[in-house]
């Protein structure tokens, strides 16, 4: 725990939103296996965790910049839409769906990340 202290107080703003959507990915993953396993209580825990990131990505949106903002902001409100409905419906598919847009948009960031380091 200390380790991942460490590294939250020293990652630059770009890490730190690289390490929210692993964090998002690990959660979720961790919930659909406890969902497989009938773990109702453990899948409903990771699904409020990955909740509090697609969160914590929505109240550190910079509205600054609408163009960009706006869609995003849309885009957590529906992934939440589908952490809780998943949630409620104990179903895997739609958490799947979650999974890939955490999957997709982490891709992008590092992307992002590398294509910044270069120039």
């Known amino acids: 725990m200390q380790v ?3 590294q939250i107080e020293t990652a630059s ?8 959507y692993e ?4 959660f979720l993953n961790q919930a659909i296996i406890a969902l497989e396993k009938n773990d ?6 990771l699904i409020l965790r990955t909740e509090d990131v697609v969160r914590e990505f929505q109240i550190t ?8 903002s706006k869609p995003l902001d849309t885009l ?13 419906a104990k179903d895997v598919g739609m958490l799947n769906e979650v999974l890939d847009m955490f999957r997709e948009m982490r891709d992008t960031w590092k992307e992002a990340m590398k294509l910044a380091k270069a120039s």
């Open 4 to 6: 991942l202290q460490k």
């Open 13 to 20: 703003k770009e890490e730190l939103t690289l390490m929210l």
């Open 23 to 26: 964090g998002g990915i690990k």
């Open 40 to 45: 109702i209580v453990k899948a409903n825990n």
């Open 61 to 68: 949106l910079n509205h600054d910049y609408e163009e960009i």
């Open 76 to 88: 957590y409100d529906y992934m939440h839409y589908r952490l809780v409905e998943g949630n409620l």
